[in-house]
């Protein structure tokens, strides 16, 4: 308050002294009294507008006005520099509509010739409306880092309170707010965003809107590939235990990262170290990750392994076929005589239960061989369940002219 008479009392002064300066000219000047007269402009006046604010809304009123001054060149100084009148257009008892309205101005000297500009202004006098709308959040997606992509942007709140004129009101078509953010986007952010409200023509309406801004969260995802688990046996199960089986609890995966490194990944493997396993177990294993690989969903692997306690069984008379004889000669055994022999099977019990001689197919090679008496490896064909060891590792033969 007093910062404001400060400002008024040192404008009289200046007042004062432009006036005794324009005095001392016309009298240097020799002006007559009639000569006295001064006009200026004062620019950009704010406008006031008086009406029920409560139930109207007005439309159309500039915000200021330019108001033109003529009279005694003191009394005009000292106006201008004050600037204590008011520029106000009286709409109290306006009716709802368009409609021509007169600028007027009060507090100011009646020895003063005074000229608004403008003069008159249309303005439309409304029923003032409040209603709630919906927020529609906007993203322009090619911000977006290659490969990423948005999901619906979350909006708080989600609903705007939006006051004006009654025909404004009923020509809202879309209440947006609209989020911008540099590119590349590679991840999930928040902004603030003014709300705008268009027309069906994208044009902006004249209306308050409460509140002004909201909060948009664009939830960004990278680029994700399903792929397939694969289990890599490593180490070898202590003496006496078979690995039965391996099952991951999941068969696949999905995988989010940069779109080249997941082109380039297949499948994701599951490495399980058998070498201290002795009994039927379950690991969670957690997904290792490539460079380039952000995340993986699941982190983790759930993997039962089951296991079978190795058995032994003797199976005999299994007989020892030759591949490769030349034409014109005969073969014998000279050992094992009758060319039969016994292999010791390990694996399962219920797998060895159910096992016979001619499950395995046991032959020598003796293509090349001429006439006389060899010592040749004995090869064995069989199930690949289990394991075997040959009683007898070589056979003696006896080649000869037939």
Do not use: C
Not at 210 to 229: D, I
Not at 298 to 323: D, Q
Request: aromatic share 6%.
């Amino acid at each position: 308050m007093e910062s404001k008479w400060f400002i008024r009392i040192f404008a009289l002064v200046i007042a004062i002294l432009l006036y005794l300066s324009v005095s001392v000219d016309q009298r240097g000047s020799n002006y007559s009294a009639g000569s006295n007269n001064f006009s200026t402009t004062v620019e950009d006046v704010p406008v006031e507008a008086y009406y029920d604010q409560d139930n109207f809304v007005v439309t159309g009123l500039p915000e200021t006005a330019d108001v033109h001054l003529e009279g005694n060149s003191s009394i005009v100084q000292i106006t201008k520099s004050l600037r204590d009148f008011t520029v106000y257009v009286d709409l109290t008892n306006a009716p709802i509509g368009i409609q021509k309205a007169e600028l007027k101005v009060k507090n100011i000297s009646d020895k003063l010739k005074v000229r608004i500009d403008p003069a008159v202004v249309t303005v439309n006098v409304q029923e003032k409306v409040t209603k709630e709308f919906s927020v529609e959040p906007e993203f322009n997606k090619n911000a977006l880092e290659e490969g990423y992509t948005a999901e619906e942007p979350l909006v708080e709140p989600g609903k705007v309170s939006v006051t004006g004129g009654k025909d404004v009101i009923d020509q809202i078509a879309y209440v947006r707010a609209v989020v911008n953010a540099d590119a590349p986007v590679n991840e999930t952010f928040t902004r603030k965003a003014d709300v705008l409200v268009l027309d069906k023509n994208m044009n902006k309406l004249d209306v308050i809107v409460e509140p002004n801004q909201v909060s948009v969260t664009v939830p960004v995802a990278s680029p994700s590939k399903t792929v397939p688990v694969v289990i890599k046996q490593t180490g070898s199960p202590k003496e006496g235990i078979i690995i039965k089986s391996i099952e991951p609890s999941i068969r696949e995966v999905i995988l989010y990262g940069k779109k080249k490194v997941l082109d380039e990944t297949p499948s994701i493997e599951i490495p399980i170290d058998v070498s201290n396993i002795e009994r039927d177990t379950k690991i969670n294993i957690p997904i290792k990750l490539r460079e380039g690989i952000t995340a993986a969903s699941p982190e983790t692997i759930t993997v039962h392994i089951s296991v079978e306690k190795e058995e032994t069984k003797e199976i005999s008379n299994i007989p020892i076929r030759y591949n490769g004889l030349a034409k014109g000669y005969g073969l014998s055994f000279v050992q094992p005589v009758g060319g039969e022999t016994s292999l010791t099977v390990k694996g399962p019990a219920h797998v060895l239960k159910d096992l016979q001689a001619d499950d395995f197919e046991l032959f020598i090679d003796v293509n090349g061989l001429t006439e006389g008496r060899h010592e040749v490896d004995i090869q064995v064909e069989g199930p690949e369940d289990v394991k075997w060891e040959l009683v007898l590792k070589t056979a003696i033969i006896q080649i000869a002219k037939t």
